[in-house]
Each structure stands twice: as structure tokens, then as C-alpha cells.
């Protein structure tokens, strides 16, 4: 991390989408140090009147404040903003373009747009989520030229992978691996996304690339067995079903749903973020782990007995 910087110069930092399933823990980790230091008001941008709110730490190097936003007062809600953080999720397309129309009459320079998942760039298939993620950010570079858009590509969430939708039953302990169960997949905890991002926003904005590929750990669905039964899941039966069968039955029509395209993407290798994959930003980000450690496969292993997601009803009814 750089050194800290004094109070004149730390920039205000605004969070869309703050109360979501990862705004929060981008907001928490905004609030917690390290992190707090570098900026001067972390600014919750919310569509509700009272949203719930995290608990400010008291020693409070940012003041923390919340703004009410709507279509119709956008550039108000981010008069003296320098970092914008779009945490918005998949239901939001109309929302963040709106938002996004409004930043030319703003003093934002460093924006964040709504990514934070697997680096759909590399993709060989049109898929209605990702591409729309793509038009945004094309977009983004005509209007806002002159801004640092900064697209965080983490993979899979740690927390919310390792279930029936990605082939692991963990009731049944089968794990059911599209292509290879060898090929390695990059997840990262939801906090630790919110960590890089406030990492990358305390960086000077020339520091700050264009694309960062991180990755908390990178493991194969065989690997992920192995680690899952040390931790009391009982043994687990790995199998393979054809890729490109699997493929080819996926991508046949367009589609929103990401988890049977992400599965495809696990055996073909295009989910790992690591040197010889995508190429891995962890040390830009987090030297070492100097500034904190990445949660691992073992810890969500520990914490779940081996067995998570073990009682949700899949498919829903």
C-alpha cells in the first residue's frame, strides 16, 4: 500500500449498489483499514430512502455518508466524487447506463464499472449478460475518455461456488466436471474483491491499469475434492462428462443464465487466473498478503465441514 496520504488531498470515493450482495463487502472493506485512511468520504449511494448501513469503526479515517440517487439526480448525487465503484447487479443494465450517461457532467475520474466476476473478453460465444457488460464499458469509452475505467475480473465468488449449480452436490458428495476436473479455476471471497477494489482506488490513477485479474485461490474440481473431504465431507466421487457436447448444447441459443456457461469455461481453462492462465494481479494489489490474506479454498472447506451449500434445495422449486 502506498503512504498514507494527508486529509487535503484524499479522495471521495461513492459506491453504487452499496446494500447488494457484494456492494456491501465493498463497502466494509472501504471501511476498514487499511483502507479508510486514503480516502475522505466513503459515500453509500443508495435508491432507498434508510438503507441498512454497516457500522462505522471509530477510528474512522473517512467520514461515511449516505446519498439518495434516482434517474433523475444523478450528477447531483456525485457532485464532488472523485472514484466511482458501480457494484450494480445483472437486473440493473437500464440503471447503470443512466448512471454512466451521467458521468461527462461530473468530476468522477477513476470508475469501476459493474464486472467483478469471470473476463468474458476471452469468450468465443455471445452470452446476453456478458454483453451487455461489454457495450457498457465500449461505451464508457466514448463518453468518459478522459476517466480511469478500471474492469476487476475475480473469477468465481468463493462463497457462492462450490454447490449443485456448478456440478458440486455436496449432499451426495458427486462432483460432476465439464472437460477435465484437472483444469484449474480461480475463485476469490467476496470481501477480498471489495479489498483489490479499495486497493486500487488508494493507488494514483496513473498507477491504476485498465483490466486486473485476481484470484484468492486457484484450484482444479479434483483438487477442490481433495481439500473439501480433509475437512469431513466423506469421500467424493468425481466424474467427467464431455466438453464440447456440453458446449455446443449451452450456447445453441442466447442466453442470461451464467452457471451452465461457467461450467463449460472451468474445463476450458478460461477461469484461471493465474501466470500461466489469464495472468494474476495479486502482488499489485496485495504484496505478499502484507496487506491482508486471501481467503482459500481450505478456509470456506473449514468453515462448512467440507460440505457447503449441503442443504439448499436444487433445482428450486
Excluded at 70 to 75: A, I, T
Excluded at 143 to 158: D, M, Q
Excluded at 228 to 245: C, F, R, Y
Amino acid at each position: 500500500m502506498p503512504s498514507t496520504p494527508p486529509i487535503t488531498s484524499r479522495p471521495v470515493v461513492a459506491i453504487a449498489g452499496a446494500t447488494g450482495h457484494l456492494g456491501k463487502h465493498v463497502v466494509s472493506a472501504f471501511l476498514s483499514p487499511p483502507f479508510h485512511g486514503y480516502f475522505s468520504e466513503i459515500v453509500l449511494l443508495s435508491r432507498h430512502g434508510n438503507p441498512p448501513v454497516p457500522e462505522a469503526p471509530k477510528d474512522l479515517g473517512a467520514m461515511m455518508t449516505v446519498r439518495k440517487y434516482d434517474e433523475d439526480n444523478l450528477p447531483a448525487a456525485l457532485e464532488d466524487v472523485d472514484v466511482l465503484v458501480n457494484t450494480i447487479g445483472a437486473s440493473g443494465h437500464a440503471f447503470k447506463e443512466k448512471l454512466l450517461r451521467a458521468l461527462p457532467a461530473t468530476g468522477v475520474q477513476v470508475y469501476f464499472p459493474s464486472e467483478f466476476g469471470v473476463d468474458h473478453y476471452v469468450h468465443d460465444f455471445p452470452h446476453g449478460e456478458w454483453d451487455q457488460k461489454k457495450r457498457h464499458v465500449e461505451l464508457a469509452g466514448r463518453l468518459i475518455p478522459l476517466v480511469k475505467i478500471c474492469r476487476v475480473f475475480c473469477g468465481l465468488f468463493l462463497e457462492d461456488s462450490i454447490g449443485p449449480w456448478f456440478g458440486f452436490d455436496t449432499a451426495r458428495g458427486k462432483y460432476e466436471s465439464v472437460g477435465s476436473a484437472r483444469s484449474l479455476v480461480s475463485f476469490t471471497g467476496l470481501e477480498d474483491v471489495g479489498r483489490t477494489v479499495a486497493s486500487l482506488a488508494a493507488m494514483p490513477m496513473m498507477s491504476i491499469p485498465d483490466a486486473v485479474h485476481i484470484a484468492g485461490d486457484t484450484r482444479s474440481i479434483e483438487q477442490i475434492a481433495r481439500v473439501m473431504e480433509a475437512a469431513g465431507a466423506g469421500s467424493i466421487e468425481v466424474t467427467e462428462i464431455d466438453l464440447m457436447k456440453y458446449k455446443e448444447e449451452t450456447t445453441g441459443k442466447v442466453s442470461n443464465d451464467p452457471a451452465r456457461y461457467l461450467r463449460f469455461l472451468m474445463g476450458e481453462n478460461k477461469i484461471n487466473h493465474t501466470p500461466s492462465g489469464l495472468g494474476s494481479d495479486n502482488e499489485l494489489v496485495n504484496r505478499q498478503e502484507k496487506t491482508w490474506k486471501w481467503k482459500t479454498m481450505e478456509d470456506l472447506a473449514k468453515s462448512t465441514n467440507g460440505r457447503p451449500w449441503k442443504d439448499v434445495q436444487w433445482p428450486p422449486k
